[in-house]
């Protein structure tokens, strides 16, 4: 179908072509399957992407209501990032954001990593497990979250009856309460995406040839200096980029923090996109709400290029 | 000591070291799988065993959730149920033990469709641009190809809400709110960064000679392209399209606020299943299991292309 229409552009341009010019247009004709080729991405992300990415820009210096499209818009300056910049609350939105990327990073890698280790030493099955372990990860993290705010109803859930067969703590509201909330997002990521880090561990290890370890050998080295001297600086790419993509993911968290805890109790879950859709489509600020996009998008921006430095020193 | 010092040799991991690592992994397996488990017995529980105390194991299953998921129910008195007469179907006979009527089919087929019809159209734009984006970027000189690169994946560093600001107002003035083909472009262009560097790593892996040799055998450079390269990057195509698929299938935060009636995905929509005195437990989990069954078997069906794909193709094996 398309490729058809494709081709016979392609016949239509060659019988176009006087023979003699032939070899020069070659080299053209390279050139424009090369843009011909690309810009129909290029277009689309420039509209969808680029233009919008510039008009965030623009209404974060206006104090524009989308709610209102009558009103007259106000170039305002900088007070918008003022006011973010200035004000509490959107600091303690930046701190539960922290907390739970460093939590879900901390626990995921280290619970990814333990069980790499254990899938390589390649016991029989490991294959079919691992495949098992893998699931949770593709899920839609919104029904994700939509299906674990059942698994923690405190009298009735699962999560709160298992955790009480080991030790009698009493029911569990983990949603309604204010100590426990964070700890429940961190657990569902972290149920949701060890699995993420332990495959591209998993990765890491495969990549190791087996000959380190024989030399290692050769020369006594012990369990724990293998780990340290061979493992860990050959993996340690691999984890490095496994937490640029989830840290990437977990700082913008929404979907699944939404559907459990809509950023509750109070404001003790409500991670910065939470607060950003808050303000953009319920209180309809959207020239503030653009300021603090911009805002996230810098710090996303920032903190990732100072990782991938790090990340290409580790590398190399 | 002899077990603990061959511990890191490849493939030479004593029995005992591998009972070990066995029991851990196949432990974290089965605990990880308790909420998925959990969730599709629920979708065959009636909603008082949903609720119950201590949560029952055991329970006998019932297609009421499933029912409820499909239909809308009203209340009714005993005696204009008996003025229906008996029953028609097995699923009016479920409903009607409960003291309701089927009042019309619900919206979750619809939802459905819609999940569908978006995810295959922005997956299938997303793979056809990609496809010819990732060929350019892999064969010809570009211009600025590796800021061009990058330019794309830093698109996915936008936080989906921020995103979702300025195509709002966007989309309000060239009247694609709350339309598929609106919600098929916005996920074209989120799944084309992915899709790029996805396939130009597929691209990179063909030898161009066999491109090289097809021009010197009188192909054109297109003929070349659809006739060599592209049956060769079949398998990436199919791999790069699933993933597509599933990002598609499970977006969220765009859906809720692009979408309200017409073209709203599944997502949004299961969380407000409501049944009478709150959520209904069991269609809630019937929904859930009926939407993430398609994408359990993807995962199973990709696994060994999982790697590539989550993480842009930057590891490939």
Same mark, same amino acid.
């Given at each position: ?48 992407? #680029? ?16 709610? =209102?499209?009558? %009103? ?35 626990? =995921? ?23 098992? #372990? ?29 955790? !009480? ?7 569990? !509201? ?22 993420? *880090? ?19 050998? #050769? ?29 990437? @993911? ?67 | ?116 019809? *978006? ?52 989309? %309000? ?37 066999? @491109? @090289? ?56 929509? *299961? ?47």
């Amino acid at each position: 179908m398309s490729g058809g229409a494709m081709e016979s552009v392609a016949d239509a341009a060659a019988r176009a072509t006087p023979k003699r010019m032939a070899g020069r247009l070659r080299g053209l004709s390279d050139r424009a399957i090369a843009w011909l080729f690309i810009s129909p991405t290029i277009v689309l992300l420039l509209a969808i992407n #680029i233009f919008p990415l510039l008009w965030t820009v623009y209404l974060s210096f206006t104090n524009y209501r989308a709610n =209102q499209p009558g %009103r007259e818009v106000k170039w305002i300056g900088t007070r918008n990032y003022e006011r973010l910049l200035g004000s509490e609350d959107v600091w303690g939105y930046m701190q539960a954001t922290a907390h739970f990327l460093v939590w879900t990073m901390v626990l =995921q890698v280290v619970i990814g990593l333990g069980l790499a280790l254990l899938i390589n030493r390649g016991f029989r099955t490991s294959g079919f497990w691992t495949t098992v #372990i893998l699931i949770p990860m593709m899920l839609s993290p919104a029904v994700v979250g939509t299906f674990w705010t059942y698994l923690y109803q405190p009298q009735t859930g699962i999560f709160s009856y298992i955790i !009480n067969t080991f030790a009698e703590v009493g029911a569990l !509201n983990m949603i309604g309460s204010v100590s426990l909330a964070p700890w429940a997002i961190v657990i569902v990521d972290t149920w949701m995406w060890t699995p993420y *880090i332990m495959l591209l561990c998993l990765a890491g290890l495969r990549s190791i040839p087996p000959y380190l370890y024989e030399a290692a050998e #050769i020369d006594r080295a012990n369990a724990l200096q293998k780990f340290w001297y061979i493992t860990l600086p050959r993996i340690l790419p691999f984890l490095m980029l496994a937490v640029l993509f989830r840290g990437i @993911e977990n700082f913008k968290m929404f979907d699944m923090v939404v559907e459990l805890t809509s950023g509750g109790p109070g404001s003790t879950t409500e991670l910065a996109s939470i607060n950003l859709k808050r303000e953009a489509f319920e209180k309809w600020r959207t020239g503030y709400a653009s300021a603090f996009a911009v805002i996230l998008f810098v710090t996303v921006f920032g903190l990732a290029s100072i990782y991938v430095k790090a990340l290409n020193r580790v590398r190399s | 000591m002899s077990a603990r010092s061959t511990a890191y040799s490849v493939g030479e991991s004593s029995t005992r070291t591998k009972w070990i690592a066995a029991v851990l992994v196949i432990g974290y397996a089965l605990v990880a799988m308790i909420p998925l488990v959990w969730i599709g017995m629920t979708g065959f529980k009636s909603p008082p065993d949903s609720i119950a105390y201590p949560p029952k194991v055991f329970f006998e299953p019932t297609l009421e959730g499933y029912v409820n998921l499909f239909t809308t129910r009203s209340r009714q008195t005993d005696e204009y149920i008996e003025s229906l007469g008996p029953p028609q179907t097995w699923y009016d006979e479920l409903v009607r033990e409960r003291n309701m009527v089927i009042t019309g089919p619900s919206r979750f087929a619809d939802r459905y469709k819609n999940s569908i019809v *978006i995810g295959f159209g922005s997956t299938f734009l997303a793979v056809f641009l990609g496809t010819l984006a990732a060929y350019g970027f892999s064969r010809f000189k570009v211009p600025l190809k590796d800021d061009l690169l990058f330019f794309i994946l830093s698109t996915r560093m936008m936080p989906p809400i921020a995103v979702a600001i300025p195509i709002f107002l966007m989309y %309000r003035e060239l009247g694609l709110s709350d339309t598929a083909l609106g919600m098929i472009l916005l996920y074209t262009a989120v799944n084309l960064s992915l899709a790029v560097w996805l396939l130009k790593g597929f691209v990179d892996e063909i030898p161009r000679e066999y @491109e @090289e040799a097809a021009v010197v055998d009188g192909y054109t450079r297109f003929q070349a392209f659809y006739k060599v390269v592209l049956p060769q990057m079949r398998s990436g195509i199919a791999a790069t399209a699933i993933f597509c698929l599933i990002f598609a299938w499970n977006e969220y935060a765009f859906a809720l606020l692009l979408t309200s009636g017409e073209a709203q995905t599944a997502p949004p929509f *299961i969380p407000i299943i409501i049944g009478e005195g709150g959520l209904d437990w069991p269609a809630v989990a019937a929904g859930t299991t009926v939407f993430l069954l398609p994408v359990v078997i993807f995962t199973v069906l990709l696994r060994n292309q999982l790697l590539r794909g989550i993480t842009f193709g930057a590891i490939r094996k």
